[in-house]
């Protein structure tokens, strides 16, 4: 971050190849838009480039942006008048001819089973096991103590449970 801040072209490219993926995926859960992800994700780069100095190392550089974009995200998500439909809004993909073959695949199964969570549970699933952060990120990037994150991802993995239950896969399988 420093380099970046002394204006290192370079330092950013590399923090952007490395993160941008990650920070896309994240923002995608929370707006299901991809071009309104995409735009967002690039305005998080941008505030990077502009405010390196806005991150103080009491976190990770990704835990950082990830706080950065969920923000923007949020702030997207308020301000956008008419949600648009996602097919991951269809839980039994009632449009998809292929949907009994592509039910028999049990990740095709867990990513259903996971957007018809709430959206806070989505939020901690994926930063928890998609986004690889710790209970202490995850705390930071959504703002909560971290026995409340805790608490959360208990939750959410009881919810899913459940779901994939209903389903008919045991969790454990997968």
């Not at 998500?77 to 949600?83: A, E, H, L, V």
């Not at 608490?151 to 008919?168: C, V």
Request: hydrophobic share 40%.
């Amino acid at each position: 971050m420093s380099r970046i801040a002394a204006g290192d072209e370079a330092a950013m490219h590399a923090l952007f190849s490395r993160h941008n993926i990650a920070v896309y995926r994240f923002v995608l859960q929370q707006l299901r838009d991809k071009a309104l992800a995409e735009e967002v994700t690039s305005e998080v780069f941008l505030d990077v480039w502009r405010h390196p100095r806005g991150f103080e190392g009491r976190s990770t550089v990704l835990t950082w942006i990830l706080a950065n974009a969920r923000r923007r995200a949020l702030a997207a998500r308020s301000s956008r008048r008419s949600p648009r439909f996602d097919r991951a809004d269809d839980p039994d993909g009632a449009d998809d001819p292929d949907a009994p073959l592509q039910a028999a695949d049990h990740s095709t199964i867990l990513r259903n089973c996971i957007t018809r969570l709430s959206a806070e549970h989505r939020e901690v699933i994926d930063l928890v096991y998609y986004q690889e952060q710790s209970m202490d990120s995850v705390a930071t990037i959504l703002g909560i103590s971290p026995s409340t994150a805790k608490t959360r991802m208990f939750s959410a993995r009881q919810r899913l449970a459940d779901k994939l239950k209903k389903s008919g896969v045991d969790w454990l399988a997968i």
